[in-house]
């Protein structure tokens, strides 16, 4: 089966770093995706993952251990625009064009 | 990055009627779109893959002769949910990918949603 985890609801402060982790456990790896969502708003695409390491842009950076079924979406420098759902979201097959699956979701709100 | 529409963004229905959602790719080419169904503060739920030319696929316990798919042609994708219930309500999206500049990616783009609300 699939199944990805991240926390529920985070808070931090304008100005402060954040990071936002996600475990998955999936029949097959081909990527793993991070998705900013606003309320009532379609997702964006903030990242990509397949090989293990740190990927930075910006002021967002995702990190990726494979053997640990592991990522986490860094946002630094938060700023109020940043309050948001952070999806992160797998593509569980084998091949590129499979499914991506998506976990429940991050609701983070920044405080001033 | 490639743009998707959904049409209607809104819509308002009674019970027991039917409702058809659009999908457009705009400036290019959508072999495989895929809708998701959202909750209010819930992730996105996978519902089907969508195929040009031929049968979605459906996720498990999605019933297919509920929420109709069509994939007419290379840009568009609808979808219809057949005598609707109030349990329908919910938040429909609708992605594509674009196979020629997804690239390493191959992400998907999302289209903007529509909030369907049954009375």
């Known amino acids: 089966g699939q199944n990805i985890d991240q926390p529920t609801e985070m808070t931090a402060t304008e100005g402060a770093i954040v990071q936002i982790n996600c475990t998955y456990q999936t029949s097959g790896f081909n990527g793993l995706f991070w998705y900013q969502q606003h309320a009532g708003e379609a997702p964006t695409f903030l990242s990509y993952?397949?090989?293990?390491g740190l990927e930075e842009k910006g002021r967002f950076s995702s990190f990726l251990s494979r053997s640990k079924g592991y990522s986490y979406l860094l946002l630094k420098e938060l700023q109020m625009k940043d309050s948001a759902s952070y999806l992160c979201?797998?593509?569980?097959?084998?091949?590129?064009?499979?499914?991506?699956?998506f976990g429940k979701g991050t609701r983070l709100h920044i405080l001033p | 990055g490639a743009v998707v529409s959904q049409h209607p963004s809104r819509v308002i229905c009674k019970s027991g009627t039917s409702v058809k959602i659009e999908c457009r790719s705009l400036d290019f080419q959508a072999t495989t779109m895929f809708w998701y169904r959202q909750f209010p503060k819930k992730s996105l739920m996978l519902m089907a893959t969508s195929n040009e030319g031929s049968k979605a696929t459906y996720e498990q316990g999605v019933e297919k002769d509920k929420f109709l798919i069509n994939h007419a042609s290379l840009t568009l994708s609808t979808l219809t949910v057949t005598s609707a219930h109030p349990e329908d309500s919910s938040f429909y999206i609708c992605?594509?990918?674009?196979?020629?500049?997804?690239?390493?990616?191959?992400?998907?783009?999302f289209g903007p949603g529509t909030r369907l609300t049954v009375l």
């Open positions: 979201a797998v593509r569980g097959g084998l091949d590129r064009d499979d499914k991506i699956i």
């Open positions: 992605s594509a990918r674009d196979p020629l500049t997804s690239g390493f990616y191959n992400e998907q783009f």
């Open positions: 993952n397949v090989l293990d």
